[in-house]
């Protein structure tokens, strides 16, 4: 029995025969059944970023470049997995990922008044590339070359925002619950990239997701705590 591409059969038939299904039935089993977890959860995981800065009308601490280089890396990351022909469950994530850091970075801009004129010269350009390299309409070798770099574009991406809370010793508007899930997504997927033998290249990606996004959660937790315990006291007085 297959759903979305999950098969089922193995796992039904052992239960039906009284025994519990064996390593090798359950794990890709349950890589499938991650795979679309992630899936799912991905089409949530930026809201609260995106809350959070409609909310208190404010970008204060968050680095544009940090969210531009994550739209160029999801957009690579997403063309690459296509053009390969990976299963919907090991890579689905990326296209909801993908739009919702287009509308963050809209966003960003919108508060980030008046944006210079290299924001809008990179903004053009992302929009005039873009279309070409999710249709993977290049070169096969440039492709592989792109992809090699997304990792230290996601590298990258993630460096300035880090670099932004060490200097402010504050994380700004930055969202720990979007930070939270996407350290959550990466420990997954390492998980999911070994089951569905995706290839090392996409393994890395993850590996380099957790120790980022580990990084930008502890930022939040230690620079978080003296405010916390200053708005605490100033309440008690």
């Known amino acids: 029995m297959k759903v979305l591409g999950i098969d089922f059969s193995c ?33 949530t995981v930026k809201l609260p970023q995106i809350m959070k800065i409609l909310q208190n009308g404010s970008v204060r601490g968050l680095s ?37 850091a287009l509308i963050l970075v809209a966003i960003i801009y919108y508060y980030s008044q008046p944006v210079g004129m290299k924001t809008w010269i990179r903004a053009l350009l992302y929009c005039a590339l873009a279309p070409t390299i999710l249709a993977g309409q290049i070169d096969p070798i440039l492709f592989e070359a792109l992809y090699a770099s997304q990792h230290a574009i996601f590298l990258c991406a993630k460096i300035p925002q880090i670099w932004a809370n060490f200097s402010n010793k504050s994380t700004g508007e930055l969202s720990f619950l ?25 393994l890395l990606g993850s ?31």
Not at 68 to 94: Q, R
Not at 231 to 237: A, P, Y
């Open 11 to 43: 796992a039904l038939g052992a239960l039906a025969n009284g025994h519990f299904p064996e390593k090798d039935c359950l794990l890709p089993l349950i890589s499938k059944l991650l795979g679309y977890a992630i899936v799912a959860a991905s089409t």
């Open 64 to 100: 544009i470049v940090a969210f531009e280089l994550e739209v160029v890396g999801y957009t690579i990351a997403l063309a690459y997995c296509l053009h390969k022909g990976l299963p919907f469950s090991a890579y689905g994530e990326l296209a909801f990922l993908l739009i919702q």
């Open 178 to 202: 979007t930070n939270f899930m996407n350290f959550g997504g990466s420990m997954v997927r390492v998980f999911t990239s070994i089951q569905e033998a995706a290839p090392k290249s996409v």
């Open 207 to 237: 590996v380099i997701g957790i120790a980022t996004n580990a990084t930008l959660l502890s930022q939040i937790i230690i620079y978080q705590k003296p405010k916390l315990r200053a708005e605490k006291e100033k309440k008690t007085k």
